[in-house]
T-cell receptor, first 111, second 112 residues
Framework: NAGVTQTPKFQVLKTGQSMTLQCAQD?????MSWYRQDPGMGLRLIHY???????DQGEVPNGYNVSRSTTEDFPLRLLSAAPSQTSVYFC??????????FGPGTRLTVT | GNSVTQMEGPVTLSEEAFLTINCTYT??????LFWYVQYPGEGLQLLLK?????DKGSNKGFEATYRKETTSFHLEKGSVQVSDSAVYFC???????????FGTGTKLQVIP
């Protein structure tokens, strides 16, 4: 039981490049989310999903896309990277109890 | 909207000292309250939770009591260890899964 896994752990992009951050969970959780963590701002919700085929926007969705084709996977796509997207990204999953299980994070730098 | 306010850090304590990290919240309805801990280089882990007024959550020597009258959920530990050095986040969940709100985090450093 690996819990929530994220790849890559570190990534450096140039402005304008695109990439996908991978997230997978093996706990059969319905709910999955993507957060970004920035100094002094806590965690901010980017997108979330309440089940396969269902996604919705969180607090800071601009510049990001998501899809949820299976219960296990919830990739986050950066369409055209900008320096403002330099951050640490966390994926989380949850059952209906709303206790969230977090992945180890991806540290992204956009130059 | 919902909000969580935590005390500013960093908090520096000597080993075996008493810890309090303050957390207050604003929310409609009856939220569930959580404390998460983030160790260096890792994701957040649930430390404890409380789902209704006067509930006390506890884990690993940490405690927090859901105080509806003061809208608070302060984290306490009687004797901290160096291994408790981490960032602690207070959070609430109200109105559905997407309504989880996190505080900004409080960094705790425990020195031997």
């Amino acid at each position: 039981n690996a819990g929530v896994t994220q790849t890559p752990k570190f990534q450096v992009l140039k402005t304008g490049q695109s990439m996908t951050l991978q997230c997978a969970q093996d706990m059969n959780h319905e709910y999955m989310s993507w957060y970004r963590q920035d100094p002094g701002m806590g965690l901010r919700l980017i997108h979330y999903s309440v089940g396969a085929g269902i996604t919705d926007q969180g607090e800071v969705p601009n510049g990001y896309n998501v899809s949820r084709s299976t219960t296990e996977d919830f990739p986050l796509r950066l369409l055209s990277a900008a320096p403002s997207q330099t951050s640490v990204y966390f994926c989380a999953s949850s059952s209906a109890a709303y206790e969230q299980y977090f992945g180890p994070g991806t540290r992204l730098t956009v130059t | 909207g919902n909000s969580v306010t935590q005390m500013e850090g960093p908090v520096t304590l000597s080993e075996e000292a008493f810890l309090t990290i303050n957390c207050t919240y604003t929310a409609t309805g009856y939220p569930s309250l959580f404390w998460y801990v983030q160790y260096p280089g890792e994701g957040l882990q649930l430390l404890l939770k409380a789902t209704k007024a006067d509930d006390k959550g506890s884990n690993k020597g940490f405690e927090a009591t859901y105080r509806k009258e003061t809208t608070s959920f302060h984290l306490e530990k009687g004797s901290v260890q160096v291994s408790d050095s981490a960032v602690y986040f207070c959070a609430l969940s109200a109105g559905g899964y997407q309504k989880v709100t996190f505080g900004t985090g409080t960094k705790l450093q425990v020195i031997p």
